[in-house]
Each structure stands twice: as C-alpha cells, then as structure tokens.
C-alpha cells in the first residue's frame, strides 16, 4: 500500500509564491513523481515529473520557468515550488506516485497508481 500525503498550497495573487509538499511511503519501485493539476470543468493535466534520484526533472510548458520541483531523498518528499503564478494557474493539484521509473515525455495520469488527496491553489488576480 502507497500513501500519498500532501501539504501546502492555499490562495495567493498573481505574481506570488506558494509551495506544495508530498511525502511518499510505502512499498513501490524507484518511481518518479509527479505533479498533475485540475482546473474545474477541466481534465487533470501535467506540470511537472521528478525521476527517483532526483536528478531529472520534465516541466509542462505553461510553468516551465516559474515552478521548480525538487525531492529531498531522505525523507522521499517531493517539493512543487510555484513562483510568478497566475490565475490561470488556479486549480487542485494533485501529487503521483508509484509509476514508471525512467523519465517520458509525456505524462498522463493513467502513468500512476496513487495518488495524493489534492490541495488547493487559487490565484487572484
């Protein structure tokens, strides 16, 4: 069983910074991690993916450049820092993990088998 706990998020204005953590334990492969996000009345989208080493990392383009993931190993904690947002950010975001082990280039969620329970991040502008 893989559990999936996050953290973070909330309301922020545009041009603001929040960030999302989010553990992982139990048992799985050396997966990668990923952020997803969903939009109300849309489907779940990628953002980014960080490989199990943490030394690999994929950005979607609409946040290359402004959100930056990073994994401290020790504690398999993934971070999802978000800077310069906007309100088009806005949306659930959702944290993966229990997928592939090499890095793709592109990532849909059926790539991962749990899931985190989602969090929040409104942007105002």
């Known amino acids: 069983q893989v559990q999936v706990i996050q953290s973070g998020g909330g309301l922020a204005q545009a041009g603001g910074s929040l960030r999302l953590s989010c553990a992982a334990s139990g048992r799985f492969s050396r997966s990668v991690m990923a952020w997803f996000r969903q939009a109300p009345g849309k489907e779940r989208e990628f953002v980014t993916a960080i490989n199990w080493s943490g030394y690999s990392t994929y950005y979607a383009d609409s946040v290359k450049g402004r959100f930056t993931v990073s994994k401290d190993n020790a504690k398999n904690t993934v971070y999802l820092q978000m800077d310069r947002l906007k309100p088009e950010d806005t949306a659930v975001y959702y944290c993966?993990?229990?997928?592939?082990?090499?890095?793709?280039?592109?990532?849909?969620?059926?790539?991962?088998?749990?899931w985190g329970q989602g969090t929040q991040v409104t942007v105002s502008s």
């Open positions: 993966a993990a229990d997928g592939p082990t090499d890095m793709l280039s592109i990532w849909v969620p059926g790539d991962f088998n749990s």
